[in-house]
């Protein structure tokens, strides 16, 4: 005979967000004046009563003959309650309906407003094991039917025996009183529910715990709205990453943990070993040793531009997908490279750092406005398009050079070759990426080939002029003025000592790598990167992502996601139709990319198919991972 399972689910503070009859003395006691006292000594019997410090039945006569409710109060109460269903609970509606008639809803409150709850989840009345309320004829509430088992001590546990379940009995629920229904031999396992409260002396004594309904079902092998609960899967965000991550992550129902400073090797590899989810910014090392370890890892977000500090190679290999923030603080770089071609035109700070020692140096001599000069752009990126944009707007002509091919944006005009850039401009600002092949893109040679008088910005990487070259050019006079953001070496800290040639020079504007730091940008960041990250998790979608095929994926329906991820080899996606074709499975979307490490096959397919496709997939030769996504 097949075996039978009973689901006993708790009502208050499990199937709903809140103890119910806490929530009817809310209603029931406006307007008297000592409302607040008797709500919170309500709510403060409910706890004790949960918590198992006082018996059942007296909690209940205490808190009944405090209420003062009536029939109205109730209607009131059941719309409140409609509107408190666990986020779990009633996502997973259809498990509901689907499981009736082996389910059943306990409590120790009140029929009269569970019942209505319940009922759309298809749950029959005959399935609430609850309490009734005794009215007058004005339908003041007077208590309660004493003779239900319920009002007594013990009651769940009395309730279920009487039931006479022949099968396997599960119960669900965050009290006391639920776990006895288990202690006494009335149920075979007790799960502690903790998506709503969690009380640490029901925990200790829970066969499993559970922090939502899908990681119920999850456990269970039930049928359920989430492929893979999101409660199970842990977000480490490393350095700092701004708040507005860890809320987006916690509000998708992701377990977050955040650790203020970056790790190093050994601390990573360790803290990594549980994690599905990893952001870090620029600091923190992500080495093939760490990656290794990382058996449950998915995806990696890098809360900054650069990826440099990533192994993406084995990420490539291990199946996980890295994503970064690539335009994000790009205006905050273009405003500070403007501001900075105004102040050393004016000469404004040397000006001002005189003025704070009391030297009055009003002169105009050589000082200018921006307006008509030659702005020569080198990389025509992200940061140099949008300042090209700008500066035309105070006024600049617009030139650039770029090693690739890039459309000229507004009026701005492309050069030839870096030396004619070199040749013509008044002001040059680098603006190029951190390959290799950048390092010492501007040194003494490049220098000599400039307009004397040039203004110069570096606000893209350390490495990419050489300064002692800069230095001399500025105390030479071929550069009238200059502002650098980034340098070779960098403190590591706020607290570690900067030291640079650069120093003490005029009309020389240093600024500690600041360019992308506002608070903007990090707004962006957090924000853009935790989307890319949600999205990849729950519908596979790879856009913008650095390592992974890039793919926009339509949602997914009613249908099942499968996602295969292989090494790029020819053939593979004729291994896999021919799998789905073999079972006879309805495919109702393809999507394939591919770039030079990785295939991405996206099939979505009819939810009627059996484990052994999936375990045939995974066993296609060069498959890194199948995810399955509903
Ligand atoms: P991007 O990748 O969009 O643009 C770089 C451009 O430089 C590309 O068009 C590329 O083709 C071009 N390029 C590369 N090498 C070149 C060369 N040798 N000669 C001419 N063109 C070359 O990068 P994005 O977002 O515009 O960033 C630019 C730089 O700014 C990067 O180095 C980035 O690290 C840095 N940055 C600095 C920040 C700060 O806080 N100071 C904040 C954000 C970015």
Redesign the pocket.
């Known amino acids: 005979m097949k075996h039978t399972v009973f689901y006993i689910i708790d009502f208050d503070s499990t199937f709903v967000t809140v103890e119910a009859l806490d929530e009817l003395a809310k209603i029931s006691l406006v307007g008297n004046p000592k409302q607040d006292k008797i709500v919170s000594d309500i709510a403060t019997i409910t706890r004790e009563g949960m918590e198992g410090k006082i018996p059942f039945a007296v909690s209940l006569k205490k808190r009944v003959r405090l209420l003062g409710a009536n029939k109205q109060h109730i209607a009131t109460l059941s719309k409140k309650l409609a509107a408190s269903i666990t986020p779990s609970v009633q996502r997973n509606k259809d498990f509901f309906k689907s499981f009736s008639e082996r389910t059943y809803i306990i409590s120790g409150g009140f029929s009269e407003y569970i019942v209505p709850i319940v009922s759309p989840f298809g749950i029959h009345k005959s399935h609430v094991l609850a309490n009734r309320f005794l009215y007058d004829k004005k339908g003041n509430i007077t208590g309660y039917d004493r003779k239900n088992p319920l009002s007594k001590n013990e009651g769940k546990v009395r309730a279920v025996e009487s039931l006479g379940l022949k099968g396997e009995v599960i119960v669900l629920g965050d009290g006391i009183t639920d776990y006895q229904i288990k202690e006494r031999g009335k149920a075979d396992t007790f799960f502690a529910f903790t998506e709503n409260v969690r009380r640490s002396g029901v925990v200790v004594k829970a066969d499993g715990v559970v922090s939502d309904f899908d990681e119920f079902l999850y456990l269970q092998h039930l049928p359920r709205k989430q492929s893979y609960p999101k409660s199970r899967m842990k977000v480490l965000l490393l350095e700092k990453i701004d708040q507005r991550a860890v809320d987006k992550f916690q509000n998708d129902g992701f377990v977050v943990e955040t650790v203020s400073s970056s790790l190093d090797e050994s601390a990573l590899k360790k803290a990594i070993a549980d994690v599905s989810v990893l952001g870090i910014r620029s600091k923190t090392e992500l080495s093939k040793l760490v990656l290794e370890n990382a058996k449950k890892l998915l995806a990696v977000g890098a809360y900054c531009?650069?990826t440099n500090q990533i192994d993406l190679q084995t990420c490539s290999e291990r199946g996980i997908a890295v994503f970064n923030a690539?335009?994000s603080?790009?205006r905050s770089?273009v405003e500070l490279a403007l501001g900075n071609i105004i102040m050393l035109y004016r000469k404004a700070v040397d000006k001002s750092v005189n003025l704070h020692k009391g030297i009055w140096d009003k002169s105009a001599s050589g000082c200018f406005e921006v307006r008509g000069k030659k702005l020569g752009i080198?990389?025509?990126?992200?940061?140099?398009t949008q300042l090209g944009i700008l500066a035309e707007d105070l006024g600049m002509d617009v030139y650039f050079?770029?090693?690739?091919d890039?459309l000229a944006l507004g009026n701005a005009k492309r050069c030839a070759s870096?030396g004619e850039l070199l040749q013509m401009s008044d002001v040059i600002t680098v603006?190029?990426?951190?390959?290799k092949?950048?390092k010492n893109?501007i040194t003494k040679y490049e220098f000599e080939k400039m307009k004397k008088g040039v203004i110069f910005l570096n606000?893209?990487?350390g490495f990419i002029v050489d300064i002692i070259a800069l230095a001399d050019a500025v105390k030479r006079g071929i550069v009238a003025g200059c502002a650098v953001?980034?340098f070779p070496e960098e403190p590591k800290s706020n607290t570690e000592l900067f030291v640079s040639v650069l120093q003490g020079l005029p009309n020389t504007i240093l600024t500690p790598?600041?360019?992308?730091?506002t608070e903007e940008a990090q707004k962006n960041i957090g924000e853009f990167v935790t989307g890319k990250l949600v999205d990849f998790i729950n519908n596979g979608t790879t856009t913008l992502s650095v390592n992974f095929p890039t793919i926009q994926l339509p949602p997914q329906g009613k249908s099942h996601r499968l996602i295969h991820l292989h090494k790029n080899t020819p053939g593979l996606l004729a291994s896999i139709n021919t799998i789905l074709a073999k079972h006879m499975i309805n495919v109702e979307a393809q999507f394939l990319k591919t770039n030079d490490a990785i295939g991405y096959v996206i099939t979505d397919v009819n939810r009627d198919y059996g484990q052994d496709v999936l375990e045939e997939l995974r066993n296609i030769k060069g498959t890194i991972r199948l995810r399955v996504l509903y």
């Open positions: 531009i650069g690539p335009y603080n790009t770089v080198i990389g025509y990126g992200n940061i140099g050079y770029d090693i690739v890039k870096l603006h190029v990426d951190g390959r092949s950048n893109l606000l893209s990487r953001d980034v790598h600041i360019g992308g730091s």
